[in-house]
């Protein structure tokens, strides 16, 4: 008798040990990864034959690929600002009403309000060492150059090196401008106006045909002086006073080099990886590739079948192989969640005067960054966890950049904000097989502030459909366009070299 129930408690004992194994071994480390403007149809392992991704691919054999995953937004600030906080960028009031939905400049006022919770603040309070490398995109002060009430260091980020801003052409000498059109429409014109209303009234005057006073001829020689300064001042300051690199609080590179600067920042990521390894650490790798200006270090520069572009993608992927890397060497893969993403899909404008296509390539989807076609919104999604997360498995679900925070959350033991609505979906069930379904029968597609389509996934049928909201609010065609125009302005910047 009190032998079988000997046995009994053994067995059971065993059968608790095993489940406890079988779960997922708590608070794992976190290294999120976020490429910029890199679209689904560059890694190899969604497709491409021909540009070399083989560290984002082995993500992909080693985890789970989500084919299905989709950016909150197709603009970097309101895309990331979703990814950080979980909720659409409208809740937080990241989604702009006029054409331009992203930061520009480093001095504006705004960014991600301090009512907002990101992942990174709810890790450090469950005790996680946190740092975000690479581009931050999410406003940095409000009222004056002390406050830094929008910087990574004001939303649970211990550690912060990198662009407060974003990369953009006019930061590399000889990359082109993002402002030309701006500054032809704003400078060069109103200009070429003055000189012709002085040489035509000056005519006039000398031919004796109108008695033009001289005061005349000062105010707008003055005025043509005043925007000719304007138009200097620019030239001289944009690139120190908007591109540099900040370590913390404090400005480390003005202007930014691009010399080596992935190998930098890489270098960065790798020592916060190695100065933490003995505790749980949230890494966010916030790629400066392959937005534009690209750029490349020696070794890769020239080295791929794409050009310009390619190049900057393959380092990319050098450096995602870096940090797998030092995982492996620290023995952290088995307790680590690494996470691959971009912030929307490839910039397919970017193409230079000269033909050279300096954007990416969004595979069999229709449209790119600035719309919300599919090429706007469809990322790669790969998650891997050994030993968690089954290897080599492929999800058509959709998911969202949103389903980070909760599922991020959730695995570091932090209760989620109960004062707010959280959008995003814990991504484990799904992973992990326990669960079919992706838990989002809606989800919504903004760009900017304006509602361009719903994405219903009906929950007794077997596959998303997509439906325009134009349509189904009796509106014409012509409005859908127009508020898929005022989005594609905004990433259709003057893209001239
Ligand atoms: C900057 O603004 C903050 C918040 O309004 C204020 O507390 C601080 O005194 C200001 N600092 C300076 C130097 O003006
Ligand atoms: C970039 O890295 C290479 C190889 O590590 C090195 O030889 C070169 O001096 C570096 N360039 C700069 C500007 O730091
Ligand atoms: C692979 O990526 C390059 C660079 O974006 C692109 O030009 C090419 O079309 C892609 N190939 C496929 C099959 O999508
Ligand atoms: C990591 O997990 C994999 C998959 O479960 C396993 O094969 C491997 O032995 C583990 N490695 C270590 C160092 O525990």
Redesign the pocket.
Known sequence: MSKSRTMRRLLLLLLGLWEAQSRAPSRPNFVLIVADDLGIGDPGCYGNKTLRTPNIDRLAEEGVKLTQHLAASPLCTPSRAAFMTGRYPVRSGMASQTRIGVFLFSASSGGLPNTEVTFARLLKDQGYATALIGKWHLGTH???N??FCHHPSSHGFDYFHGLPVTNLRDCKPGAGSVFTQAVRVLVLAPLQALALALVTLGALRWLGLLPVPGVVFLVLLLLAAALLGLLLCFLHFFRPLNCFLMRGRAVSQQPLSYDNLTQRLTADAARFIRRNAERPFLLVFSCIQVHTALYASKDFAGKSKHGAYGDAAEEMDWGVGQLLNVLEELQLTNNTLVYFTSDQGAHVEEVTPKGERHGGSNGIFKGGKGNNWEGGIRVPGLLRWPGVLPAGVEIAEPTSNMDVFPTVAKLAGSPLPEDRIIDGRDLMPLLRGETQRSEHEFLFHYCNFYLNAVRWHPPNRDHAQSTSIGRNEGRSEGAIRTHHSVCKAVAAMPVNI
């Open positions: 409000c009222h004056n002390t406050d």
